[in-house]
């Protein structure tokens, strides 16, 4: 047994002789005075003496015992039931993995997710720390997990706990956030399996703290395989959930551009997504962004249904070359870190284009790059340069195209045909246009290569469209791809005035499924067909782009029509999107900026979205030419910022010296819906656990330090005063009060 107050004791127990003291002193005032009716008296007291000193004591040690269950009720003993045992002797290890990703931060009120779980941990402690055993505590965050290696332990492991940890841990606690990621229980089991064995001498007992949302616990076989073995090992497992219900929750998860960022001075469309993860609709949901410093209109996505998403899209201008930001918000709710998404990007003056044109008088080459770039003011940010196929061979130079157009080439040696592979795997976009200098044979055998190369179909031979005068159908009709977006609606189209007299057929072998057409013509064949290859695209036109004559005849007059500008630039935009795409990244990534040896000095400054934070000076690694910049520490959401210091006498670098990335929470940790009780259950049929709301842990978990016996002694005190009454009663000389019959 052990006391809460035990100082107490010091000064109640003495109190307990206080009745006998009084007992003494009341037999010192009697007075013997001799009186011949006493004999009868005392003839009597003999006969009944042993009686009424067995009452006296009776009293007496009652008014003792009354005593003695105030002095303890004070002191609040604490016993451990018989079923503790089943803790065993020796120390008690408390093994507490913590949840906190971002869920948590679910606010209600004046508290959150995870001030209820310090509040749990620091009671659970607080009642061990009575226990007459030795407890020692182990703290496991999930965000921690994942970066423990085998046989590694976390921060806080196997630590005593006493008054002094305590209090270190409060003091931890009261600046203790949860972490932007979407650490789950799986890592923090894996983690926790993965400590060192309990020793011979130890029970382990583990608590697993958290919000026990459903989006974590998705993949229910693992999980229940994993707290199975956990719960092997350990000689308790008791679930401690934060949250008793789901709040409804919006998040902006999505901010990008629709097909890579543009060149200064080039609208670029952005789409900005919303998703409703809570169970009623969201009315009159407004973004807010944020360009730089500039505010711009608010966006209006109107009802976004339960468990739907809603998204729209807006313009962007970027007049200056360099680093640019996008920030889009919501109004405040349940979870705050899902509310802003940041974008962040080098914009460039100018997209650099090669343009391989092999045909005859070059008529290609004149018409796109007359399409991408039509004047000195170049309006469409691109910057095409025409050479002929030998140029493939300095594959060094390839890397600072955004996008490759083969004009009418008939052939590429192997090496030139092994370049254009690579570079289109590193992300690179192919166009490939067709025309009369088109060898088939090498097309099906080195690019097409049985679905293995470049090219998305094998060819025929060039075949005419038939022209029925009857039809009044368009020669070209367009899908919903990407690429032509932007001539949905059209009313009065300039594609019905696109003639083709001429195009490619396939081969009958081509499967549908192996690359789909995004045009075709009005007999059904093909006219434009793409093709992924590693991390690029390529498409291929299956007509020739100028509209002038050939020895077989005019191939179309597409080149000539007032949309072909405008599908040139589009196509442009699809294939650089992934060259110029964006650092895509969440909370905890490691932060990578690349840039030439030549241009840069071999330190940077990191300054972070924080303020409050000190810049940090790092040192580039030197690799083929490049210097790499990354960030040694955990990074949050919001625009990171590299300084890099350009060499000098260096001036076309030195305007942009800086590089910006931004950094965003994951996706879906604020779906806050929860686990039920049942649902628990159900997912952990078999597995021995007890399940506590953290709100009750002070009163589920005495269990841990034993069973306060203040309140039985108190009804137990209640008890002896009422018997004490009745003895007294029973042992007075008082005579019994006449009735008024008895007088008369």
């Known amino acids: 047994m052990t006391y809460l107050f035990p100082t107490l004791l010091t000064f109640g127990l003495p109190l307990l002789a206080l009745p006998v003291l009084i007992h003494l002193i009341n037999l010192r005032r009697r007075q013997r005075v001799e009186w011949a009716a006493m004999d009868f008296l005392l003839e009597s007291q003999k006969r009944n003496k042993k009686w009424v000193v067995l009452r006296q004591l009776l009293l007496l040690l009652l008014r003792t015992a009354a005593i003695a269950l105030v002095v303890g009720m004070l002191a609040s003993p604490v016993i451990r039931p018989a079923w503790a045992k089943i803790f065993g002797a020796g120390m008690k290890h408390h093994v507490l993995l913590l949840d906190d990703s971002y869920s948590m931060t679910d606010q209600w009120g004046e508290t959150s997710a995870f001030e209820e779980a310090k509040k749990a941990i620091e009671r659970l402690l607080s009642q061990s720390n009575a226990a007459d055993s030795e407890q020692v505590v182990t703290i496991l965050r999930f965000s921690e997990a994942e970066r423990l290696s085998v046989g590694s332990t976390p921060e806080i492991y196997q630590q005593k706990l006493n008054a002094k940890l305590l209090e270190s841990l409060q003091e931890d606690f009261a600046v203790s956030h949860p972490n932007e990621s979407n650490a789950g229980p799986v890592d923090a089991l894996e983690a926790a399996l993965r400590m060192p064995e309990t020793a011979a001498d130890e029970t382990r007992i583990a608590y697993l703290v958290s919000d026990f949302r459903k989006q974590q616990w998705q993949e229910e076989t693992q999980l229940s395989q994993l ?83 809603a998204s729209q899209r807006f313009r962007v201008t970027y007049e200056t070359a360099g680093p640019h930001q996008l920030t889009a918000s919501l109004e405040p709710d349940a979870v705050a870190l899902d509310n802003v998404r940041y974008f962040a990007a080098q914009v460039p003056k100018t997209i650099p284009l090669l343009l391989i044109d092999s045909s005859p008088r070059g008529d290609d080459g004149y018409f796109l790059e007359t399409a991408l770039s039509p004047g000195e003011k170049n309006l469409a940010g691109w910057s095409p340069q025409i050479e002929r196929a030998s140029f493939l061979r300095q594959h060094d130079q390839l890397d600072q195209f955004a996008a490759i157009f083969l004009l009418d080439v008939p052939k590429l040696d192997q090496t030139e045909v092994d370049v254009l592979e690579a570079y289109v795997e590193r992300g690179g976009g192919l166009g490939i246009f067709l025309g009369e200098q088109t060898r088939r044979q090498f097309y099906n055998e080195s690019l097409y290569r049985d679905g293995e190369g470049l090219l998305p179909a094998p060819l025929d031979i060039p075949t005419q469209l038939l022209r029925d005068s009857d039809s009044a159908t368009a020669d070209v009709e367009v899908s919903d791809h990407p690429l032509f977006s932007i001539f949905s609606g059209q009313r009065n189209s300039f594609l019905k005035l696109v003639r083709v007299e001429f195009y490619f057929a396939l081969l009958p072998e081509w499967q549908p499924e192996a690359a789909q057409p995004l045009a075709k013509l009005r007999n059904g064949a093909p006219l434009i067909m793409e093709k992924g290859f590693g991390e690029g695209r390529v498409v291929m036109q299956l007509c020739k782009l100028s509209p002038k004559s050939t020895d077989l005849g005019v191939w179309s007059n597409w080149g000539l029509n007032p949309m072909f500008p405008i599908y040139a630039n589009e196509l442009a935009g699809y294939l650089t999107a992934a060259k110029r795409q964006y650092h895509l990244l969440t909370s905890g990534d490691v932060l990578e900026v690349v840039v030439p040896e030549s241009d840069y000095q071999g330190e940077a400054e990191i300054i972070a979205p924080d303020s409050a934070v000190k810049p940090t000076v790092i040192i580039g690694e030197a690799n083929e030419q490049n210097l790499t910049f990354k960030s040694t520490k955990p990074t949050t959401s919001g625009v990171w910022r590299f300084d890099l210091q350009p060499i000098e006498n260096r001036e076309d670098v030195a305007a942009t010296p800086t590089r910006v990335i931004a950094v965003n929470v994951p996706r879906g940790e604020g779906d806050l819906h929860t686990l039920q009780r049942g649902d628990l259950a159900e997912l952990l049929d078999g597995i021995d656990y007890e399940f506590l709301l953290a709100s009750s842990v002070a009163e589920g978990n005495q269990k841990l330090a034993g069973y306060p016996l203040r309140d039985l002694l108190f009804w137990g005190l209640l008890a002896t005063l009422a018997i004490e009454q009745l003895v007294a009663v029973a042992a007075s000389y008082h005579g019994r009060v006449a009735t008024r019959r008895a007088i008369a």
């Open 227 to 309: 707290v199975q073995r956990y719960r092997a090992q350990v000689s308790h497992l008791r679930l401690i959930q934060c949250v008793g219900e789901t709040r409804d929750n919006l998040a902006v998860t999505r901010l990008e551009p629709e097909s890579g960022i543009r060149a200064t001075g080039v609208e670029t469309w952005y789409v900005v997504e919303v998703a409703n993860y809570g169970d009623t609709p969201a009315n009159e949901v407004t973004v807010t962004v944020q360009a730089d410093r500039d505010k711009l209109p608010a966006i209006q996505l109107g009802t976004i249904e339960a468990g739907e998403d």
